[in-house]
């Protein structure tokens, strides 16, 4: 293998689909609420994909939960303006963020104008209808703060029911409020979706999160990747702290800490993702050499960098055919890494 410039920035090939990569670790951060963190990677994320409605949304999100009101709503009306996204979903978070602005003037005008230019989804009728009503009580001096908390309560029901759904957009939306929200009267639904066939890991690390941070005590089945186990929630090691992650970087930093540091910058990336991903299981088996090799092995080959499985299993003391089971698995984990918008 040989030995790159690392003082040369120019010679740093990004990983394929960083753009995506970044969005899915700004969910991370947005649901470990790291608002901050968030922010910075998404603005990352869109100036590489500057059209993408997950990343503006994902923004938008993490803009609201860190008090950045102003800026969520101006991002949230450019994408109205330039055609971002879902028409009426973006709208309907435009119409979110002015109700914590208590921007009721500005909620009436903007739905009346929907209602005039727009043929309205016959399924949102009565929302806009009873918002405007209530719009326009409000921008009079009539305040009504039971309608006021009711229509908060409406905001937060609907984006629990983006469960259910299976557009990857209005699970954007889902991840950034679940966690607020206590869980115990939907308990059936997180336990079903757990074990769904259809439902995609990313999620199910987010709901198991959560479960985990409002202390739920009691045993729940999770199926992910192949695997099928019974976990509870409240006993579960925190989602970036676990034994066998840090045994693989450990081993993985061992060869690569001074011949290449970037590649091992971006294999530590790889693994602590995989692992969000796999997480509350653990890969199999448990042997850390073994995958040290094998994420070595996939870091290699996607830098384009000549890896020989061979003289891979050499260096870390495995065998050949276990090492090429191990990679066919994190090529299976990568290709559901988040899904296809």
């Known amino acids: 293998m040989t030995k790159r410039n690392q003082n040369d920035s120019s010679n740093i090939i990004p990983f394929p689909g960083l753009e995506k990569r970044l969005l899915e670790k700004g969910l991370e951060s947005l649901q470990g609420k790291n608002f901050s963190d968030a922010i910075q990677l998404f603005e990352d994320a869109k ?42 979903e973006i709208v309907d978070l435009y119409l979110m963020i002015m109700v914590q602005l208590h921007e009721y003037g500005e909620i009436a005008a903007t739905i009346e104008a929907l209602l005039q230019e727009r043929e309205i989804p016959k399924d949102k009728l009565e929302h806009f209808a009873k918002m405007l009503h209530f719009s326009r009580r409000m921008a009079e001096g009539s305040p009504d703060p039971a309608a006021e908390e009711q229509l908060r309560e409406d905001y937060r029901d609907k984006e629990l029911n983006l469960l259910s759904y299976q557009d990857p957009k209005e699970q954007v939306l889902l991840l950034a409020k679940l966690a607020n929200i206590n869980i115990r009267p939907y308990l059936e639904e997180l336990k079903s979706y757990l074990i769904s066939e259809e439902g ?32 509870i929630p409240s006993a579960l090691h925190d989602v970036h702290d676990h034994k066998q992650l840090r045994a693989i970087e450990a081993a993985v930093k061992d060869k ?26 653990k890969l199999q088996p ?41 990679r066919i698995f994190i090529g299976k984990i990568e290709e559901i890494s988040y899904p296809n918008i």
């Open 47 to 88: 100036e590489l994909d500057p059209e993408s409605s997950d990343i503006h949304i994902g923004l938008v999100l993490a803009y609201f939960e860190a008090g950045a009101l102003k800026k969520a709503k101006n991002l949230a009306k450019s994408m109205l303006q330039e055609g971002i996204g879902d028409y009426f």
């Open 200 to 231: 995609h890991p990313f999620l199910k690390t987010m709901i198991i999160n959560i479960l985990k941070e409002q202390e739920y005590d009691k045993p729940v089945t999770v199926k992910k990747l192949g695997m099928n186990e019974e976990f």
């Open 256 to 281: 690569l800490e001074h011949e290449d540091p970037v590649l091992l910058e971006n294999i530590i990336a790889l693994l602590q993702r995989q692992f969000f991903l796999l997480y509350p299981f």
């Open 286 to 326: 448990d042997q850390p050499d073994l995958w040290a090799a094998a994420y070595h092995l996939v870091g290699c080959s996607f830098y384009g960098m000549d890896g020989d499985p061979g003289d891979m299993a050499g260096q870390y003391g495995v065998e050949e055919d276990t090492l090429e089971a191990s």
